[in-house]
C-alpha cells in the first residue's frame, strides 16, 4: 500500500468521481445504464443532505480509485453499519495496493463511527473481485437474494 494515499473527496472532486463511476460502469457491462451527472453528484454528496460519502485513492499524483459508500444500520445488532455501493480502481492502476487501501480506511471508519459491520454486493460473474474480497476475509451470504424496486 505504499505510495498509495486515500482521501476524502470533495465538491471539486466531482468530474473524478463522475469519471470513475463510468469507469465502473463500463467495467461493469452497464454503461448504458449510468446517467449520473457532474450537477447530480454536486447536489447528492456535497448538497444540504449528503446520501453517501465518497473516498479517493491516489497513486504517484493520479486519482485510480474510489469508493462510495453509505451509513445503514442492523436491526439484529442494535448498530450502524456501512454499505459499500461501489469500489473501483482503474485497469492500469490494479494489484496496487489501491483497492485494499480503500478498504482499510473503510473499515478504520466503521470501527471509529461504532459500526457493527461493512456490507456490499458483487456482481456473480466478477470473479476477480470476488477473490479480492475472500482474501480479505468477506464472507458471502449467499443465502439472502438481493431485490430491487425502481
Request: with cysteine; hydrophobic share 45%.
Amino acid at each position: 500500500m505504499s505510495g498509495i494515499r486515500i482521501t476524502p473527496a470533495t465538491e471539486a472532486d466531482v468530474p473524478v468521481v463522475l469519471e470513475m463511476i463510468r469507469g465502473l460502469a463500463e467495467y461493469e457491462k452497464l454503461a448504458h445504464a449510468c446517467s449520473a451527472t457532474e450537477d447530480q453528484l454536486r447536489r447528492t454528496l456535497f448538497g444540504d443532505k449528503p446520501g453517501a460519502e465518497v473516498l479517493l485513492a491516489e497513486l504517484d499524483g493520479e486519482q485510480v480509485g474510489f469508493a462510495l459508500c453509505f451509513p445503514n444500520y442492523s436491526t439484529f445488532l442494535a448498530q450502524p453499519g456501512i454499505y459499500l455501493e461501489d469500489l473501483f480502481v482503474k485497469p492500469h492502476a490494479r494489484g496496487k495496493g489501491a483497492g485494499l487501501a480503500l478498504f482499510v480506511e473503510l473499515a478504520r471508519i466503521a470501527v471509529a463511527r461504532g459500526c457493527g459491520r461493512v456490507e456490499w454486493a458483487v456482481l456473480d460473474w466478477n470473479e476477480p473481485s470476488i477473490q479480492f474480497y475472500k482474501k480479505l476475509g468477506a464472507v458471502p451470504l449467499d443465502e439472502w437474494a438481493t431485490y430491487r424496486l425502481t
